[in-house]
């Protein structure tokens, strides 16, 4: 497990009045149910660390309040963004768990996003996410080199997840000939297609193949022909990252800015607008939360990777990774589009 110390600044409780409420932090919250929501269906690695959350930060929030987990699943978390983004109440009471490429979706004007990704209130990353290509050992696909030369199917859900994005983005760029399966209702129905010879592989998260099926990993069930983000994760030290597959610095700048939502990862984030003593409280009971023994030790038996992340920081990566230049812009669009 590695725990990153990372310095983040809280503004003083004390700003409680500036916020035009007059209940404490801990009145509010005392009694309370708060409401995460994840939007992915049940099964993955997103509900992983969502039930995480929900078991544990409460107790690390001024009047400890209960917190249920919703799944709201549809067009890769963009059904949910837009929800907490335009629906939820702008208190602190909502929390969620999207996809970390909804960033550049909305920079993208993708269809459907109704948000703005650096107006949420971040309160905190729980790890970064590298997503991995993996084949199923009967698949004539074994490595990077026979995707480029061999069609293949993935199992995928929508056309907003990563599980569609990255390899259908490295299809355009480099060439991968990868045939997307649309219509699995999340990972865990992708990877049993997989099993069942439905499809030869799964695009998703490195923690969802470790937390859901070990085995795969250890009797060489699956290989990982590539992964998606900027450097080669320490578990797969010879599985290519899809940036090096760039034929040039062209390429490589436009996987570059589409890989790097893995650095959002799995996040938590609220409503825009939530008054500044709660959002201060949510990003401090974070911090606290991930610094939890019981709550290490349970992402452990789940077996998925805690890299944490302050708001504040994590705040300042989301508008980084927006910052897009417009003439890349351009050219990612081209690449990115869902047909």
């Known amino acids: 497990m590695r725990?990153?110390?990372?310095?983040?600044?809280?503004?003083?409780?004390?700003?409680?009045?500036?916020?035009?409420?007059?209940?404490?932090?801990?009145?509010?919250?005392?009694?309370?149910?708060?409401?995460?929501?994840?939007?992915y269906p049940p099964g993955g690695s997103n509900d992983i660390y969502g039930r995480a959350v929900s078991r544990f930060l409460g107790k690390h929030l001024p009047g400890q309040p209960n917190i249920i987990l919703r799944h709201m699943?549809?067009?890769?978390?963009?059904?949910?963004?837009?929800?907490?983004?335009?629906?939820?109440?702008?208190?602190?009471?909502?929390?969620?768990?999207?996809?970390?490429?909804?960033?550049?979706?909305?920079?993208?004007?993708?269809?459907?996003?109704?948000?703005?990704?650096?107006?949420?209130?971040?309160?905190?990353?729980i790890a970064s996410s590298v997503n991995v290509t993996g084949m199923w050992h009967t698949s004539k696909v074994k490595n990077i080199k026979d995707a480029l030369a061999i069609e293949s199917t993935l199992g995928a859900t929508g056309t907003g997840s990563t599980v569609y994005v990255y390899p259908h983005v490295l299809n355009r760029v480099s060439g991968t000939k990868f045939k997307m399966v649309m219509g699995y209702g999340g990972s865990s129905e992708a990877m049993l297609?997989?099993?069942?010879?439905?499809?030869?592989?799964?695009?998703?998260?490195?923690?969802?193949y470790k937390s859901s099926h070990p085995e795969?990993?250890?009797?060489?069930?699956v290989n990982f022909i590539v992964q998606y983000g900027l450097k080669r994760h320490p578990d797969l030290p010879n599985v290519p990252t899809c940036v090096e597959l760039a034929r040039d610095e062209e390429e490589a700048m436009i996987l570059k800015a589409v890989v790097n939502a893995?650095?959002?990862g799995k996040s938590i984030l609220s409503t825009p607008n939530?008054?500044?003593?709660?959002?201060n409280a949510?990003?401090?009971?974070?911090?606290?939360?991930?610094?939890?023994?019981?709550?290490?030790?349970?992402?452990?038996?789940?077996?998925?990777?805690?890299?944490?992340?302050?708001?504040?920081?994590?705040?300042?990566?989301?508008?980084?990774?927006?910052?897009?230049?417009?003439?890349?812009?351009?050219?990612?669009?081209?690449?990115?589009?869902?047909?």
């Not at 409780?13 to 500036?18: G, P, R, V």
Request: proline share 3%; charged share 20%; aromatic share 6%.
């Open 3 to 39: 725990l990153h110390q990372m310095a983040f600044v809280v503004l003083p409780l004390s700003l409680s009045a500036s916020s035009g409420h007059a209940q404490t932090v801990e009145q509010f919250y005392s009694g309370k149910t708060i409401e995460l929501i994840v939007g």
């Open 73 to 125: 699943p549809g067009a890769g978390s963009i059904v949910a963004a837009n929800h907490i983004y335009n629906v939820a109440p702008k208190d602190g009471a909502v929390l969620g768990l999207l996809a970390a490429t909804n960033t550049i979706d909305e920079k993208l004007g993708a269809a459907g996003v109704k948000f703005e990704t650096d107006k949420f209130t971040w309160v905190g990353r």
């Open 193 to 208: 297609a997989m099993e069942r010879g439905e499809v030869d592989g799964h695009s998703t998260s490195l923690e969802a």
């Open 216 to 221: 795969w990993i250890t009797q060489k069930r």
């Open 262 to 264: 893995t650095e959002i």
């Open 274 to 279: 939530v008054p500044i003593d709660r959002a």
């Open 282 to 339: 949510l990003r401090t009971a974070f911090m606290t939360m991930v610094a939890d023994a019981e709550f290490q030790s349970e992402l452990d038996k789940m077996r998925v990777e805690l890299t944490p992340m302050s708001g504040t920081e994590l705040q300042a990566l989301v508008e980084e990774v927006g910052r897009v230049p417009e003439a890349l812009l351009e050219k990612i669009k081209a690449v990115y589009g869902k047909t």
